[in-house]
């Protein structure tokens, strides 16, 4: 049984709770893709500074510096909030983002760039933790777990219209794809009216709240979780075996992204099936299946953590497998919309894990920690990728993507194995609990 209590409660009162999620979910479009933006972008980026030395390993760096040093600035993030305030620096980081993004409209120097794309990831680093720990003070219980469905889908919805976008601007000139990071700008007054400072809507009551989560009434429930700001949890942490798995989750799935948004470009060009407007296509599907395997969590019953992993690779397994002998567009397509699934569900359910496992005093910090492990994902995926593209290479059977999808498909053996032996044996652990805060 778990208890939940609420001491010297403060009530959140949002004037236009609609057009408050509404701009968290358009900053949300902003963040986990914003270094791929321009992935379609790169053959192009590449040939325009060919006459740079080492041009083709500087490249990919272009995407992944932005996670790299979202990686170095994030523990200092939880600092800076505290005493700049998260709607102040939620504010000044949808101008950075701008500035930042659209380096390459007017930069003529590679390592200009460069700088621009660290401006980026500042911004990027503070959005995607506001955005987070902002949707989490606002909202409990159930509506925060389907609110963050639809965070992470509209995570996913935003890299499938700027990356199609991207697509078919990289077409006409290279410089172009740039101009879609100003795109924060739009964002910034709805965000200046709709996102209030927690201290600026609440309206402390010292009342004591007890909630016996076994025997109350739902509504009972729902009502003292939406009102209480601060809600302690009785409850037990979650041992650190399964703690690490929750946060390697997130980890995995951008590494898969990232092989999918760097290495498809290229393969693209190998297979000869198309342009850059073909990757951005093809990326977009995978992050529309994505977007829809978000709504799908936050829609759904809450789905058994065991079931969310066992997803995620056999997904994944799936569409790698289909894209190493795919000789057309179309299979591409099917595998990477695989692929976007499975990583969608994956990113959905550990945004909703975190807060909900996370005590109220260090929420910021489990998602900071998250944000880190997302990032390193991304910035670590071309370093893990590419000596296997060099020992593989793309060509089926044995390619690069034929060795991802078999590794992919024996973890999921495993996976189902351990589920199946620990229910056997009626241990209590991530892969037979019904819920993550079980």
Not at 39 to 45: A, K
Not at 146 to 171: K, N, P, Q, R, V
Not at 301 to 312: N, R, S, T
Request: hydrophobic share 55%; net charge positive.
């Amino acid at each position: 049984m778990s208890t939940y209590k609420a001491e010297n409660q403060t009530y959140i009162f949002l004037k236009n709770p609609k057009m408050t999620k509404t701009v968290l979910l358009l900053s949300g479009m902003l963040t986990i893709m914003a270094g791929a933006l321009i992935s379609p972008d790169l053959p192009r980026i590449q040939a325009y500074f060919a006459a740079v030395p080492s041009i083709a390993v500087i490249t990919p760096f272009i995407l992944t510096i932005v996670a790299l040093s979202i990686i170095i600035v994030s523990p200092f993030i939880g600092g800076l909030i505290g005493k700049v305030g998260k709607r102040r620096i939620f504010l000044v980081s949808l101008v950075l983002y701008a500035i930042g993004g659209s380096g390459g409209l007017y930069l003529d120097n590679i390592w200009a760039i460069m700088v621009s794309r660290v401006v980026l990831a500042v911004a990027v680093g503070v959005l995607t933790v506001c955005t987070m720990t902002l949707a989490a003070d606002y909202f409990h219980g159930n509506e925060r777990r389907e609110f963050m469905g639809f965070l992470s889908a509209s995570m996913s919805l935003g890299a499938a219209i700027f990356i199609f976008a991207s697509g078919y601007l990289a077409d006409i000139g290279w410089r172009l794809p740039f101009m879609l990071y100003l795109f924060s700008l739009i964002i910034l007054p709805f965000a200046f009216l709709f996102i209030p400072e927690i201290k600026e809507v609440t309206k402390k009551r010292t009342k004591k709240v007890t909630v016996e989560k076994d025997s109350a009434h739902p509504m009972q429930q729902r009502a003292a979780l939406l009102n209480a700001d601060t809600v302690e949890v009785d409850k037990q942490a979650p041992p650190k075996s399964e703690l690490i798995l929750i946060f390697v989750l997130p980890f995995l799935s951008m590494v898969f992204l990232y092989i999918m948004t760097v290495q498809m470009p290229f393969y693209v060009e190998v297979l000869a099936v198309g342009s850059s407007f073909i990757s951005g296509i093809i990326i977009t599907a995978m992050n529309i299946l994505q977007t829809f395997a978000g709504i799908f969590y936050g829609r759904s019953v809450e789905i058994k953590p065991a079931h969310i992993l066992e997803a995620f690779f056999l997904f994944e397994s799936l569409g790698f497998l289909i894209i190493s002998i795919a000789s057309s567009t179309l299979f591409l397509i099917i595998g990477a919309s695989f692929c976007g699934f499975g990583m969608g569900i994956t990113i959905a359910a550990s945004s909703t894990w975190v807060p909900s496992i996370a005590p109220d005093k260090d929420r910021d910090k489990y998602i900071i920690v998250l944000n880190m492990m997302i990032y390193s994902g991304q910035f670590l995926s071309p370093i893990i990728a590419m000596p296997f593209v060099n020992i593989f290479g793309y060509s089926a059977p044995y390619g690069f993507f034929t060795q991802v999808g078999i590794f992919c498909l024996s973890i999921f053996i495993i996976t189902v194995l351990t589920s199946l032996i620990s229910s056997k044996k009626g241990r209590r652990n991530f892969f037979t609990v019904r819920s993550i805060t079980e």
